[in-house]
């Protein structure tokens, strides 16, 4: 079995009627990017591999994956013809990937959590990418943010007397869809892209039914990310960091990318099915 993450995938809001058409451009194009920055900027390539397009109910499915290379090196070896050490080049340059796929109607990614390629590192590299490509058509971004378990954030709560202090990136809702009636229209509305919100009371916040609720709504839904929630019991403060809550599933593994396509699109519908929790 191997783990996947889920998130939801932004593009800038100038460019959403491309969101479709430039993915495929994106994940279809044989290119090497460079890694600018970041842990192993400068030592390795990126690329985007065994893509695979497909439809599925009213929606497309698109398949790749993400490819890390390490750039070519030269490598002390025994040269037993001269019988001595000598400095040769690999034939073939090391590699890791991770699996991915996209479903384009609900801006939905599923990608292979692997230990090669940390989460962060996926993010930036895709984003960066799509930069890459793209750079000389507009200024667009593409970024993405993945979903955090609220409901295990609420019962971690639970254990405290009160809660102090939210911290938050939210961003509007992208397609259109979920619990957030108030605060998504006053994004819209105001025309922000994103936006970082530190809520707090020493006496404590009332999360359920209100404004804090549906901003935590958004932003465990990959419309933004939750920072920091300060809680109390008595007078200890912890941080709550929902970042290890992120969002992952189970798969059935495959080194074949036609079946592991085939076992990541199960999986969503399942999911969907499940309570359309995605």
Do not use: C
């Amino acid at each position: 079995m191997s783990k996947v993450v889920v998130g939801k995938i932004h593009i800038s809001n100038w460019a959403k009627d491309a969101f479709e058409s430039r993915l495929i451009t994106l994940l279809s194009t044989k290119k090497k990017y460079e890694q600018a920055s970041g842990k192993g900027a400068g030592r390795f390539f990126w690329t985007f591999s065994n893509f695979i397009e497909g439809d599925l109910y009213d929606d497309k499915a698109l398949f790749a994956r993400l490819v890390k290379i390490k750039k070519q090196t030269n490598e002390t070896v025994f040269d037993e013809a001269n019988w001595s050490p000598a400095r040769l080049a690999r034939d073939s340059p090391y590699a890791s990937f991770s699996n991915f796929m996209i479903f384009p109607i609900k801006h939905i990614i599923l990608f292979e959590d692997v230990s090669s390629i940390s989460i962060n590192i996926f993010k930036q590299m895709f984003s960066s990418m799509y930069a890459q490509l793209f750079s000389g058509m507009d200024l667009s971004s593409m970024w993405m943010d993945p979903l955090v378990d609220k409901e295990n954030i609420l019962l971690r709560l639970k254990e405290f007397d009160k809660v102090t202090k939210i911290r938050l990136v939210v961003t509007p809702s992208n397609p259109d869809s979920g619990d957030w009636r108030t605060m998504d229209p006053l994004l819209k509305d105001s025309h922000i892209a994103k936006g970082i919100l530190e809520l707090s009371n020493e006496e404590g916040l009332r999360i359920e039914g209100t404004m804090i609720s549906e901003t935590l709504n958004l932003a465990t839904m990959g419309h933004g990310s939750p920072l920091a929630i300060y809680a109390k019991k008595g007078d200890e403060e912890q941080v709550i960091i929902p970042d290890d809550g992120i969002k992952r599933l189970r798969v059935p593994y495959s080194d074949n990318a036609e079946t592991f396509a085939q076992n990541l699109t199960q999986l969503y519908i399942k999911s969907m099915h499940d309570g359309g929790s995605l």
